[in-house]
């Protein structure tokens, strides 16, 4: 599978990541249209890779003010209407802790209705922000992602190595799959793995 990552083609910086220019959309009106724009556009990806005959699961980010609003479930159904070549079992949304800090009900619901079609969910930078095992617990979820912060300073900080063996631990105690973000050479491969986490995205793969 893949992950959906924004970027800014600036006609002046050029190639801008996400953290140049998000923050300056956070908490506005146009952070939820930017995000209907980027599910839209990932729609349009996967449907891009069949043609090549690549069928790939795609991961989706969502904001926090999206997924709050009313009707959100509704909203990804009808996009999925659009392109009916998606299949739902290609989708995946990520989530942030943040997400569900304010409602956690309603969160729930929304995202039981849309696994009840088949999208699967992931909890995204787990550990990093208002971590709670509230969410584990009320979630419905199918995948924990751990924090590239703590994959980067395992292999040598005896802190961050307790804190990725403990997230792995939680997430088989919930029957999740536990993915590790920011996998950047193969002795940190190879460690996730002996740790029990055999999923990972980063530049050493891809």
Partial sequence: ???????????ERGVL???????????????????QWVFEEALRSIEALQRQGLH????INVAAQHIQQPGFARWVIDCLVRH????TEQVELE?????ALYD???????????RGLGISVALDDFGTGYSSLTYLRRLPMDKIKIDQ???????RDAGDRAIVQSVIGLAHSFN??????GVETLEQGWMLQQMGCPLAQGYCIA
Avoid at 95 to 99: L, V, Y
Avoid at 104 to 114: D, F, G, K, S
Avoid at 149 to 155: D, L
Avoid at 176 to 181: K, L, Q, R, W
């Fill in 149 to 155: 912060s703590f994959v980067h300073g395992m292999m």
């Fill in 56 to 59: 790939l699961p795609l991961s």
């Fill in 104 to 114: 956690v009900a309603h969160v729930a619901h929304e995202l039981a209705q849309l």
């Fill in 95 to 99: 989530i942030t802790e943040s997400a």
């Fill in 84 to 87: 009916p070549g998606v299949a």
């Fill in 17 to 35: 990541g996400p953290g140049a220019f998000l923050p300056a959309l956070k908490g506005t009106e146009l952070e939820t249209d930017f995000d």
């Fill in 1 to 11: 599978g893949a992950e959906a990552l924004a970027r800014w083609n600036h006609p």
């Fill in 176 to 181: 999740y799959h536990v993915i590790a973000e």
